[in-house]
């Protein structure tokens, strides 16, 4: 039996972090979804599939299993569910997925290129460059498009030895930024920084046609300074 | 006889269509016309011609028959008309037409080049490149203007083997952006998702100046997986 | 004595043409002012200067005669006043000038390039590239800037044989645009134009770096679709 | 003992200027701080660290002395306060600092590029090129980083015999913006004009890539038309 209330809590959270991507500017017409985890009480909740924003309401928001087996009747649930089942099952501590076509994060996606960490702005965030995927076979389009879509993601922090706690986004070859985090707020904040970061670090690049990434130090103090045991940033 | 309510209802969908181009960002000024056709009726809708939005009624569209003959006493219609007149004589299952100068559009437009499929952003809407028209002689241009921007629209689809309801728009050389769909609403959508991969199209070749287009097996995916009797995406 | 009614009437228009600066993004703090002449009358009436927008009012633009010299007390004219009477002296059938830093419109003249017609857009309201001033010399600085600034203003459209009528607006080198007009509203749309052309000129050359300009029959159609004896365009 | 009535002041145009930086576009998520000092009274007071600012009230802003030591019990203090600190110690006139990470001015930062006088928006409030700092050494970020991030900006000014009041900001080395002024609302009028000349002059490059600045004469023209004994820009 489901606990209604954490349901309940769990379907307004990521309402409004659904309402916040195109709010942000992050999303045009129906392009994005946020989805929460709750590994304990073995439920996810995710935005429905193609509702416009502005008719959405929270009680539409779609409960499944951890698998992504739907729980409740109701509304068909965003078609990148699997991406997002397959990001639980391998990111600990990753409680929320969000999946935009932001401009910016799209534009390096579909340049098939990392983003470099350029500057602070980045490397409060990210710790160190956004990884992009390979792009998918033919044969992993063809047989479960989003769940491979989750597994290359996976595979590209796998074999850059990234820690998804430390780097929470990546593009997608060819298709676009998803970013994750401790809550669905801070997922959706993760997705407004990347898109940020990606815009800045394209006209970097334009301003200067040979500008290396920040050294490590720097990154190093940007990021521990938000993050982990010795940040000082904030009011905690 | 014509049939008042459905024209009162056709005319207050082209007169939201119309002012959802300024509310997305597409249209300064006048530089917007949205219509939509009945073919069973036999009659045309469409914005009056230099009219500022934010005066705009419901009331002022123009209608007309199947050949662009006004219907009505009233206002003059949109100097675009004899081009939706071609591109409905031409393309079945189009049901409206929209015309803007968006800005990103009108740059792929005045660059002179089709824009690639460079992502699934793209994909999801168009089937395929959006093709650019060949330039307009001094003849056309000389002898029936508006007609012959609906010719050459036409030509380039038949010429490429281009289906228009698979690519539900164009960018007419020097010129600007043609989208179309079932319904008004959708033609619009279908300019808000020309500007948006315009933008991506460019930046993307400047983040990586030599970038493919995404495979055919990645686009065929994301086509249809919105498009045709195995979509999937959304509430249907 | 002065005709208090036309006053009046003159001094609303020119604040709400001032007004729409910052509304339509043209303006940020103070930069931009918008004048309206009227020759019958012996007025100009000038925004003050650097007036912000939000507490600005009416009674607050500035009465000149025609030669710039203060009518009434009040505020002190906008300093690039003497610029709007050398124009208005030089150019017979403009009774509005605009003059902004709007960004893009900028670029152009800090680069120093004439916007060439790349496309229709251009083409509706500008009848021909849209040209750059030469650099003012040190001397011409130095003795009386703003005046000197209206002069070359003259002498590029004296020397390229162009009608400010029918181009109405420049770029003044290393500085910014000015645009005019049969009326304020309409002298402040052009600067709407002019900022949307620059911009869209911009990255037309960025997707194609060989692009030309538009044909002049094409220029010719546009341009005479919305002007002239044998205009179309519009409800006129 | 605090004189409150002008502690609370201070507070109220702190908590105001830094409202100004997201309504201005300038700031996305806590990006930015701007802070007060008030040396006949020894004291500061500067933006909490890290509190959004849609709840962010005037009274969490947080006091310190002239060296940055909270003189009151409250909220951690913007974690760039020893910037500032740095900055007010060095440079005598200027009462207020802002720091943002706003998109134009972070990409030269990155790029590391001074930002060359391209026009007079620029010269309107900067009197010759915006500096770039040099990078921090691994040294200096790990000893004390926010105070050598001061530092660096004032070796920056003196190594370059650069003027602080005529030049009223800086860009940190692959970090982002500094400005400051001689009241908080300058500071952020600094902050807005910064970014939109950081923008100007990228596309000035893009553009005519053999663009050079401005000549000094009319630098020298724009730059004391509003400053300085001799300025006639304004009603003052």
């Given at each position: 039996m489901l606990n209604e209330q954490l349901i309940m809590e769990m379907k307004e959270r990521v309402f409004e972090a659904n309402l916040a991507l195109p709010e942000s500017g992050l999303v045009k017409l129906t392009w994005g979804n946020v989805s929460e985890i709750n590994r304990e009480a073995g439920v996810i909740?995710?935005?429905?599939s193609g509702v416009p924003y502005c008719t959405m309401k929270a009680s539409d928001m779609v409960v499944t299993?951890?698998?992504?087996?739907?729980?409740?009747?109701?509304?068909?649930?965003?078609?990148?569910?699997?991406?997002?089942?397959?990001?639980?099952?391998?990111?600990?501590g990753v409680n929320a997925v969000v999946h935009t076509h932001s401009k910016n994060a799209v534009m390096w996606a579909q340049a098939g290129r990392e983003i470099p960490a350029y500057g602070t702005t980045h490397a409060d965030t990210f710790y160190g460059m956004v990884p992009c995927t390979r792009q998918l076979t033919a044969e992993e389009v063809a047989s479960a498009y989003e769940v491979e879509t989750g597994k290359v993601i996976i595979e590209t922090f796998k074999?850059?030895?990234?820690?998804?706690?430390?780097?929470?986004?990546?593009?997608?070859?060819?298709?676009g930024p998803f970013t994750w985090g401790a809550t669905p707020q801070k997922a959706v904040e993760n997705s407004i920084v990347l898109d940020e970061i990606a815009e800045m670090a394209c006209v970097t690049e334009v301003v200067n046609d040979?500008?290396?990434?920040?050294?490590?130090?720097?990154?190093?103090?940007?990021?521990?300074?938000?993050h982990g045991v010795n940040a000082y940033y904030g009011q905690y």
């Open positions: 909740v995710i935005k429905p299993d951890l698998a992504g087996e739907l729980l409740e009747a109701g509304m068909k649930p965003s078609s990148d569910l699997a991406t997002h089942v397959e990001l639980y099952k391998a990111f600990e074999k850059g030895g990234i820690d998804p706690i430390a780097v929470p986004g990546v593009l997608v070859y060819g298709h040979a500008v290396p990434p920040i050294p490590q130090y720097l990154l190093d103090k940007h990021y521990f300074r938000k």
